[in-house]
């Protein structure tokens, strides 16, 4: 397992962003199908109605078939789409069969700005987080954008309880042993890996 130890939280994500993107197709195929078995009958899983995920990118696990099981029960599937102003700002928006994609500025996959479709993020029921590195406490390090961290900023005065639940998802190399906590981080109730459950709370 990496250390968090003495690196700081940007040499920290190089390594872990590293240590994904080594990955082998087939070892990214094999992690997926194992993540989709970790979650697909999970009662989270499938008491969630409302579901937003992500479409992979540098090296993340791939939840792609949970979301084509979501789809085949009848869920409705989220994504999040970046907005052009303000920059900082993401929102999630219903994925819609036969609508096309198109390329944010990451160059990760994104259904075309369409306000109608978005959905509040606490109307959701799942919110499932790409993780760059997570830690047992529910601590979680993400691409470094503050992307979901802004996005959840409304629950850091409330208790864990309530919507949406929040699992983050990783491959097992990028668990470590303790994230250090910022102020405006909102803790995870479990990771998911191609693994195990951690459960948080
Ligand atoms: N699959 C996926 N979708 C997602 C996220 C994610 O982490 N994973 N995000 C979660 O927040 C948002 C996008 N956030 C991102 C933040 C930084 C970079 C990134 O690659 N930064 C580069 C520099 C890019 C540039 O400026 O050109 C880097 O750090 O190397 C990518 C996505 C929304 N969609
Ligand atoms: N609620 C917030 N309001 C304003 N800025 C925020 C908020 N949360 C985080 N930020 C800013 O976002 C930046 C990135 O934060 P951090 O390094 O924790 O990103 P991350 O959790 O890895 O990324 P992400 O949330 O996109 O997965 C920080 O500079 C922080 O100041």
């Not at 995920?53 to 078939?65: A, V, W």
């Not at 999040?80 to 102003?85: E, G, I, K, N, S």
Request: glycine fraction near 6%.
């Amino acid at each position: 397992m990496i250390e968090a130890g003495d690196l700081s939280r940007k040499a920290l994500r190089q390594k872990l962003r590293k240590a994904r993107r080594a990955l082998g197709r087939s070892e990214q195929r094999r992690a997926s199908v194992r993540l989709y078995k970790q979650l697909a009958q999970h009662p989270t899983f499938r008491r969630a109605r409302h579901i937003a995920l992500y479409l992979p990118n540098d090296g993340e696990i791939d939840p792609t078939l949970l979301l084509l099981a979501a789809q085949r029960r009848g869920k409705s599937i989220y994504l999040p789409v970046l907005r052009r102003w303000p920059s900082t700002r993401m929102d999630f928006q219903r994925l819609r069969r036969n609508e096309g994609l198109v390329l944010n500025r990451f160059r990760i996959a994104q259904p075309r700005c369409k306000p109608a479709s978005r959905r509040p993020i606490w109307t959701l029921d799942l919110l499932l987080l790409p993780l760059v590195g997570f830690d047992e406490q529910g601590g979680r390090l993400g691409m470094g954008g503050g992307f979901y961290d802004r996005s959840l900023a409304y629950r850091r005065d409330r208790t864990q309880a309530g919507r949406p639940r929040l699992l983050g998802l990783a491959h097992e190399c990028q668990k470590v042993d303790s994230l250090p906590l910022e102020a405006w981080d909102i803790p995870l109730h479990a990771a998911v890996t191609d693994r195990r459950w951690y459960a948080v709370i």
